[in-house]
């Protein structure tokens, strides 16, 4: 069973592009979370989400992120017009039962490194 | 501010050593509790878990310690090994919402032989 999978492992952007993580769960999972963490820092929630549902979106920025995660297909966070302050280590999680419901452990993937130039 | 954090950024035991990983949390309507660790360029990994009504809960050679009086929360590790060198979180979930567990800043163990 293979575990919650995400690419690309680096990521390197001009400033202004657009940034595309992907994240798939492990498998039976249904609840995908994105965590952002800085350099010596925590990690800090940004989005939760099930299956073409965003379940709580209150620690993602307001402006130039946005997340999904389609019927079919893994979760994408989308990075619009990068600026250097999204440098940051992207980590998605997944549960198989929803957040309030369950033991709470979530299943980390090996993250996303996005430098932003 | 953060509702969890940890009181030392950095700790260094001697190899076979016991450690003690200890974190504070102010939000007094959290109910549960888990311990990551991550080592350098991978993802948090589940090491133990707490619930509000436990004081104690032991797993292989760790052990997580919860004093609610004042909202402190440790992770002992016995007989340190080369292996345990990491950053460990303690997060905390505040119960009733579907936003995930909060996060504290992280302490790094570093083993010494």
């Known amino acids: 069973n293979a575990g919650v999978m995400q690419n690309p492992r680096h990521l390197v952007r001009r400033r202004g592009q657009e940034a595309r993580l992907r994240c798939s769960p492990m498998?039976?999972?249904?609840?995908v979370y994105w965590y952002r963490q800085l350099p010596e820092e925590g990690l800090k929630f940004m989005v939760y989400?099930?299956?073409?549902?965003?379940?709580?979106e209150s620690g993602m920025p307001k402006e130039r992120f946005s997340a999904e995660f389609p019927k079919e297909g893994p979760s994408i966070l989308r990075i619009q017009q990068v600026v250097r302050g999204d440098s940051a280590a992207y980590f998605c999680?997944?549960?198989?039962?929803?957040?309030?419901?369950?033991?709470?452990?979530?299943?980390f993937g090996e993250g996303s490194r996005l430098t932003v130039l | 501010g953060e509702s969890v954090g940890l009181h030392l950024p950095t700790l260094s035991v001697q190899e076979g050593d016991n450690s003690i990983i200890n974190c504070a949390y102010s939000?007094?309507?959290?109910?549960?509790f888990i311990w990551y660790k991550q080592e350098s360029g991978k993802g948090p990994q589940f090491i133990i878990d707490?619930?509000?009504?436990?004081d104690k809960r032991q797993g292989q050679r760790v052990t997580v310690l919860l004093n609610k009086t004042v909202k402190h929360l440790s992770l002992q590790i016995a007989a340190t090994q080369p292996g345990d060198s990491a950053v460990y979180f303690c997060?905390?979930?505040?119960?009733?919402?579907?936003?995930?567990?909060?996060f504290g800043k992280g302490t790094h163990l570093i083993i010494q032989p």
């Open positions: 999680a997944s549960s198989p039962l929803p957040g309030t419901r369950n033991t709470g452990e979530l299943f």
């Open positions: 707490i619930r509000s009504n436990m």
């Open positions: 498998k039976g999972h249904s609840h």
């Open positions: 939000n007094s309507a959290s109910d549960y």
């Open positions: 997060a905390e979930r505040t119960g009733g919402g579907a936003d995930g567990l909060t």
């Open positions: 989400l099930q299956k073409e549902n965003i379940i709580d």
